[in-house]
């Protein structure tokens, strides 16, 4: 057996005798985690155990800009199918969201550009990357949020001429088998990393894949069959974790899958320890929106969390951002 997975196999049976000991009361479980976390029903700061709601709303992707401002999406909704990201920026005192400020996206001729259905959003290197998802693209922009470049792998979806509804945008790219639901990024200095659903459009029998692209878009390979309507992907010890959302799973190449029946969506990784949000799940979207949510924590290589944590009805969990 080689020293690598030994060492994998020790510490799997190191974590899986915490967990035990932590199940039967006989060691603490840690909260010195500090993160924000995005959900249907709001946007909120963990801090060493305590929850405080920043701002409501139905907010999806947040980032933390150079100058230690977040900028965070909303999608509008209110009830209805109306599915345009709408984005703020704003500074985070204590335990309060203050200086908020509208956040716009302009194209290279300066129009206002009002993205469809936005999943996750990162700061790299002062530029933002934007997965405009139900639209189907990616952007590359500048931290005023001009639009430099953008990413098409199959198609397109845009708005109907002259009609600012986003319904057209949503049905015309559900009923299209070119419809791969672009949703997570990951960026190092030299590659990004692109994550698909992949089961929201037409064939809803495929499975999810990522590419592997230069910060010019470049495609330089994709990795197929990752999961089922995957999201997030976080680097960890020579591969991705995943969150394998329609089953339930966190996944990864070499270590242990990590099974928790949640609808798995928001991922990142602190000192060594996945935290990773669940939703109850449900066939019906609709259902998840509005129901119960939990938040998992595991060590890396573990099997299993050593603590999980109800939110209560806060709907989907859609991203978490770990903070100093």
């Keep these: 057996m080689r020293i690598e997975q030994m060492s994998n196999l020790k510490r799997f049976g190191f974590n899986v005798f915490k967990s035990l000991l932590g199940h ?35 907010y999806f992707g947040v980032t933390q800009l150079p100058d230690g401002r977040y900028l965070a999406i909303t999608y509008v909704q209110n009830g209805t199918k109306d599915e345009r990201s709408l984005a703020l920026t704003f500074a985070l005192q204590g335990n309060r969201a203050t ?20 999943h996750q959003i990162v700061c790299f290197n002062n530029k933002l990357w934007v997965t405009n998802t139900r ?32 319904d057209f945008v949503r049905k015309t790219a559900r009923n299209s088998p070119d419809y791969h639901h672009f949703n997570s990024i990951y960026i ?14 037409a064939d809803k029998s495929q499975n999810s894949f990522y590419l592997k692209l230069d910060h010019d878009f470049n495609v330089l390979g994709r990795t197929n069959d990752v999961g089922k ?8 010890e020579q591969g ?5 959302s329609a089953n339930g799973q966190l996944v990864h190449p070499e270590l242990p899958n990590i099974q928790l029946g949640y609808f798995l969506r928001g991922l990142t990784v602190i000192d060594n320890h996945l935290i990773a949000g669940g939703t109850i799940s ?25 603590f999980s944590l109800s939110l209560g009805r806060t709907g989907d969990l859609h991203d978490i951002l770990a903070i100093p």
């Design 24 to 58: 039967y009361g006989f060691a603490q479980q840690r909260s010195h985690f500090k993160f924000l976390f995005t959900s249907s029903n709001g946007l909120f700061l963990f801090d060493h155990g305590r929850i405080h709601k920043l701002l409501s709303g139905n």
């Design 282 to 306: 449900s066939a019906d979207p609709a259902l998840r929106g509005k129901g119960d949510s939990r938040l998992f924590f595991i060590p890396v290589g573990n099997a299993f969390p050593t």
């Design 99 to 118: 200086e908020q400020k509208s956040f716009q996206f302009i194209s290279p001729e300066g129009e206002v550009k009002v993205p469809v259905r936005v």
């Design 229 to 236: 309507a995957c999201h997030n992907l976080v680097p960890c």
């Design 135 to 166: 639209q189907n693209i990616v952007w590359r922009c500048t931290l005023e949020g001009r639009i430099e470049k953008e990413f098409i792998y199959s198609q397109r979806f845009d708005y109907q001429l002259g009609n600012s509804s986003t």
């Design 240 to 244: 991705f974790y995943i969150c394998d």
């Design 188 to 201: 190092d200095n030299n590659y990004l990393y692109l994550l698909a659903h992949n089961s929201a459009g």
